[in-house]
C-alpha cells in the first residue's frame, strides 16, 4: 500500500491567496484527520471525518478554513484568504476506526508558508 | 492546564542507556494512550499503544500507564542514536479525537 498521500509537499504563497491541500488516504479506512503542527502549539487536531462525513470540525481556527470528502478516497483542506499565520505544517492521517483503538496513520505533510 | 504535558527536553542519554519519558493528561475519561515518534522533518509514526493500567512491552520498548494519577511513560531500553527524534504523547478524547502533548526531544549520544 502507498500510504497516505498529501499534496503538494511544500506550498509557498502570499498572504490573501487561496491555498487547497489535498489528501488521499490509504484504501479501506473510514476514518480520516486533518492536523496542524506548529512550534508554538504542537500537533493539533482541525477536523475528522468518518465514512466521507465531518464528524468534528471544532478545531478549525476560522471561517477562513474548509475540508471536504467527496469520496472515500480524497480530502481537501482550503485556506481563502490565507495569512502568514497559518504557515505551518499541515497532516492528514486515516485510520481503520476511531482514534480509541486503532492506529492512525499519517501522510508526509504539506509544509505551507504565506509570506 | 493543558490537556497532555511533556518535558519538552531535550533529554540526553548515552548510547545503552535508559531513557525515560514521560507524560500527564487531564481528562479522567481518556481511554487509550499512545507514544509517537517524529523524526526531524517527518511526519509521527506510532511505536507503542496502552489501554490499561501497568505494563506494556515491546521488544526495547515499555510503556506504563496509571489512570489513577493520569500518567503515562515509556522507556526506552538500550538506546540507540537512531533513536534521537521527539517522541509525542497522546491521548483520547470524546471517543474519536486524539490529543497530543508537545513532545519529548530525546538525545541519544554515541
Known amino acids: 500500500d502507498a500510504g497516505v498521500i498529501q499534496s503538494p509537499r511544500h506550498e509557498v504563497t502570499e498572504m490573501g491567496q487561496e491555498v487547497t491541500l489535498r489528501c488521499k488516504p490509504i484504501s479501506g479506512h473510514d476514518y480520516l484527520f486533518w492536523y496542524r503542527q506548529t512550534m508554538m502549539r504542537g500537533l493539533e487536531l482541525l477536523i475528522y471525518f468518518n465514512n466521507n462525513v465531518p464528524i468534528d470540525d471544532s478545531g478549525m481556527p476560522e471561517d477562513r478554513f474548509s475540508a471536504k470528502m467527496p469520496n472515500a478516497s480524497f480530502s481537501t483542506l482550503k485556506i481563502q484568504p490565507s495569512e502568514p499565520r497559518d504557515s505551518a505544517v499541515y497532516f492528514c492521517?486515516?485510520?481503520?476506526?476511531?482514534?480509541?483503538?486503532?492506529?492512525?496513520?499519517f501522510g508526509p505533510g504539506t509544509r505551507l508558508t504565506v509570506t | 492546564q493543558k490537556e497532555v504535558e511533556q518535558n519538552s527536553g531535550p533529554l540526553s542519554v548515552p548510547e545503552g542507556a535508559i531513557a525515560s519519558l514521560n507524560c500527564t493528561y487531564s481528562?479522567?475519561?481518556?481511554?487509550?494512550f499512545f507514544w509517537y515518534r517524529q523524526y526531524s522533518g517527518k511526519s509521527p509514526e506510532l511505536i507503542m499503544s496502552i489501554y490499561s493500567n501497568g505494563d506494556k512491552e515491546d521488544g526495547r520498548f515499555t510503556a506504563q500507564l496509571n489512570k489513577a494519577s493520569q500518567y503515562v511513560s515509556l522507556l526506552i531500553r538500550d538506546s540507540q542514536p537512531s533513536d534521537s527524534a521527539t517522541y509525542l504523547c497522546a491521548v483520547t478524547q470524546k471517543g474519536n479525537k486524539l490529543v497530543f502533548g508537545a513532545g519529548t526531544i530525546l538525545r541519544v549520544k554515541s
Open positions: 481528562d479522567r475519561g481518556s481511554q487509550s
Open positions: 492521517a486515516s485510520s481503520l476506526g476511531g482514534a480509541g483503538g486503532y492506529e492512525q496513520y
